[in-house]
Nanobody
Framework: QVQLVESGGGLVQAGGSLRLSCAAS????????VGWFRQAPGKEREFVAA????????LYADSVKDRFAILRDNSLNTVYLEMNRLKPEDTAVYYC???????????????????WGQGTQVTVSP
């Protein structure tokens, strides 16, 4: 069974940066796509970014494109989400999730992901 643990969240001022980490243990992870999703208070969970298993393909939501970057280090079984020029509307709980093994295309859809972490809170103050 795969366990995913997110870390790196916190409180930051608008315009600042944070780097989230998603560390995996158990099962397979390095051969799977990985996605980041977020859920703001009172809103549905939404797709943020995804990276394919080897780290050569990425996909971003329009709202974070050019501000966020998703990276992975398979030797550490860890995926990162670097968030720059943060805005108050980025405030949410951020979740990482394991996607398709050796996937051909990245999916911004929750049902394509099977294991999820517990989330880490990101709060951006004005």
């Amino acid at each position: 069974q795969v366990q995913l643990v997110e870390s790196g969240g916190g409180l930051v001022q608008a315009g600042g940066s944070l780097r989230l980490s998603c560390a995996a243990s158990g099962g397979t992870f390095s051969s799977h796509d990985v996605g980041w999703f977020r859920q703001a208070p009172g809103k549905e969970r939404e797709f943020v970014a995804a990276i394919n298993w080897i780290g050569m393909k990425t996909l971003y939501a329009d709202s974070v494109k050019d501000r966020f970057a998703i990276l992975r280090d398979n030797s550490l079984n860890t995926v990162y989400l670097e968030m720059n020029r943060l805005k108050p509307e980025d405030t949410a709980v951020y979740y990482c999730a394991r996607g398709t093994q050796y996937g051909r295309s990245l999916a911004p859809i929750e049902r394509e992901y099977d294991y999820w972490g517990q989330g880490t809170q990101v709060t951006v103050s004005p």
